[in-house]
């Protein structure tokens, strides 16, 4: 296989990024022209269609909260759940892979790096006797959404009525118990937790 050199690689990067840059202001400009299109709305009916725009266009495990509240409305949510569902099979196998594959090491005297760690597929997939550390969760958000996820999670589940991944909450449902019996947790982070973990259950 030849190698490219050194300035090739750096015009398609750069090029990459001018596709990517474009990409982005085409996103913003769509969202820029969707806000003005709703102005005139009542209020109920401005944020459900902002909702719907968000559910439409969901990129992150947070975005699921818009789908959340479209279903606990009544809205048909079908389109989204099989969305759902593939995307979290696609997560779910990259994570397992991940665990299959190990760490990449680094060794600083020799300059080469190897693998270290690395489980058979059948143990990789024996979810409820992996830690998170060995399998990590297959979603997963910024640091500030850590607290919440796992409740957007749990309620898209429940309100999209999403099944085939029981033994992922099982383990979330176990790690979080020990957790907090082993006073892992602190006061106000916990309070947080708590709140997005009960929301879900009002009216």
Not at 13 to 25: G, H, I, P, S, T
Not at 89 to 118: F, H
């Amino acid at each position: 296989m030849t190698r490219k050199p050194p300035n090739k690689r750096l015009q398609d990067y750069q090029r990459q990024l001018e596709m990517l840059a474009k990409e982005e202001q085409k996103q913003r400009q769509a969202y820029k022209d969707f806000v003005g299109s709703i102005q005139e709305l009542e209020p109920l009916e401005k944020a459900e269609s902002w909702l719907r725009y968000v559910a439409d266009n969901a990129e992150r495990y947070s975005d699921q909260e818009a789908i959340v509240y479209l279903a606990s409305r009544g809205y048909d949510c079908k389109k989204y759940a099989q969305k759902i569902v593939t995307t979290w099979r696609l997560a779910e196998k990259q994570a397992i892979e991940r665990c299959m594959y190990g760490t990449s090491v680094y060794n600083l005297d020799t300059g080469k790096r190897s693998r270290r760690g690395g489980l058979s597929e059948s143990n990789a997939k024996d979810i409820l006797n992996r830690s998170p550390f060995e399998l990590h969760d297959f979603w997963g958000g910024s640091d500030e959404e850590g607290l919440f996820i796992g409740a957007t999670m749990l309620r898209t589940v429940e309100w999209c009525q999403i099944g085939g991944f029981e033994k992922w909450w099982q383990r979330y449902s176990r790690e979080q118990l020990e957790t907090t019996i082993q006073g892992g947790i602190r006061l106000i982070p916990a309070s947080y937790y708590l709140f997005a973990m009960t929301s879900g259950l009002l009216p």
